[in-house]
């Protein structure tokens, strides 16, 4: 089964960027579609971006306009480009890959904590 890990998290103070990288054990065309999650403590999980293999995008409202998901499928990475932060971003972000409505995977998490 294919494994995905992100990396790019870290402290950043309000306004400032980071970037999220998600790399696949393997071929991240496996997955119909993969998107990025997060969960800020005692929230749910929520979903911030998604991309389909066809590179369609979705994106929660709240990150419109300040977020970016893209792949690299020669790299066998997505990623999620985050300006603009703000201390409400902050939260452990997943990655997660679908290969089939009921057979998913996720990531283990970064965390992604912004200042004020």
């Known amino acids: 089964q294919v494994q995905l890990v992100e990396s790019g998290g870290g402290l950043v103070q309000a306004g400032g960027s980071l970037k999220l990288s998600c790399a696949a054990s393997?071929?991240?065309?496996?997955?119909?579609?993969m998107g990025w999650y997060r969960q800020a403590p005692g929230k749910q999980r929520e979903l911030v971006a998604a991309i389909t293999r066809g590179r369609m995008t979705n994106y929660a409202e709240s990150v419109k306009g300040r977020f970016t998901i893209s792949r690299d499928n020669a790299k066998n990475t997505v990623y999620l480009q985050m300006n603009s932060l703000k201390p409400e971003d902050t939260a452990v972000y997943y990655c997660k890959g679908d290969i089939s409505l009921t057979l998913v995977t996720w990531g283990q998490g970064t965390l992604v904590t912004v200042s004020s």
């Open positions: 393997g071929d991240i065309l496996t997955f119909n579609a």
